[in-house]
């Protein structure tokens, strides 16, 4: 019988669970809700999933959680909506809540790990994950291997500078329209489209729908997204030179999104193309949806053992 694993999702609303056999098979599946307000909260949650899987036999524990992650020490520095953690020995405390070895490492690079391993850039040697949300998320795989950075950080792509006059008053989110996320999030890019028809809020499906409908405030709406997207993939390129661009989130479902991308990365990098002394990136859509937390979990833990 092949060997089973437990792997978590924490997020700020539910933690996601599932058993998993070491190829990535998902065998069970469930979540609770997440208690992000205290240390003793958060373990109390962990508690209830150990008691969700008590009939299942498992190695080891993965986690992908928020936050900026040192997965190879098992420190969360920080922990997203989980305001309490401060350079917390996360894979110790949770391990000890299920008594098996435990990894952890940050949700976004578990996104492009999921990719690497059995997804979008499992053919490449190098690559990133954009995945459009209220932010950014994702990564950047260097070499086979997910680039961490040396300090836990790398692909931090939310805060990537479009606009660097911004920094003169100190970088943070009260200046989002300056950064990368306040340009091509799929938060971002609703937003301007509500601004442009006067509504309170809008969501990716009314967008889309309309935007493929002709409608000209959302293909204005998009046709900058993509701009911005490939504007950013080509200053990206000059500093690392992927091969492979995978995107994914809600909104790359339509197959638009990738397109969009796609289309306009090749107009941004044709006409320099006899100049820039880097190649230009494919760009794909992302193999994995909601489970690529779980998957990319999985798969730094299974590597851990290596």
């Known amino acids: 019988m092949a060997q089973q694993y437990l792997v978590l999702d924490i997020g700020g609303t539910f933690i996601k669970y599932a058993i998993m056999d070491e190829a990535g098979k998902l065998v069970h599946q469930g979540k609770v809700p997440a208690q992000t307000k205290s240390e003793e909260g958060t373990l109390e949650a962990l508690k209830n999933v150990r008691d969700a899987v008590l009939d299942f036999e498992v190695e080891g524990v993965a986690i992908s959680m928020p936050g ?8 969360a520095h920080t922990g997203g909506a989980f305001r309490w953690v401060h350079d917390y020995p996360a894979a110790q405390k949770y391990g000890a809540v299920f008594g098996k070895p435990c990894t952890i490492a940050n949700d976004g690079k578990c996104a492009a790990s999921a990719e690497n391993w059995k997804g979008a850039l499992a053919d490449v040697h190098s690559g990133a994950v954009l995945v459009l949300g ?10 086979d291997r ?21 920094l003169k ?26 601004f442009a028809k006067g509504l309170q809020e809008a969501d990716g499906v009314t967008l889309f729908n309309a935007y493929e409908a002709g409608e000209e405030e959302a293909k204005a709406v998009l ?18 030179d992927l091969e492979r661009y995978a ?46 937390n779980l998957i990319g979990a999985l798969a730094f833990h299974l590597s851990s053992r290596e």
């Open 68 to 75: 900026r992650i040192d997965t190879a020490a098992g420190i």
């Open 134 to 143: 209220t932010g950014i998320g994702g990564g950047i795989v260097i070499n």
């Open 146 to 166: 997910v680039w961490m950075g040396a300090t836990g950080g790398a692909g931090e792509l939310s805060l990537f500078i479009t606009e660097h006059s911004a």
């Open 169 to 194: 008053g100190g970088l943070g989110w009260g200046n989002v329209d300056t950064m990368w996320s306040g340009r091509i999030s799929a938060a971002a890019i609703t937003k301007k489209y509500a």
């Open 223 to 240: 046709d900058e997204f993509a701009f911005q997207a490939a504007a950013g993939i080509l200053s990206l390129q000059s500093v690392l």
């Open 247 to 292: 995107i994914g989130g809600g909104i790359s479902a339509r197959p638009e999104t990738t397109k969009l991308i796609a289309d306009a990365v090749d107009a941004v990098f044709a006409p320099s193309m006899d100049f820039l002394p880097f190649g230009k990136p494919e760009i794909v859509t992302c193999k994995f949806g909601n489970e690529a």
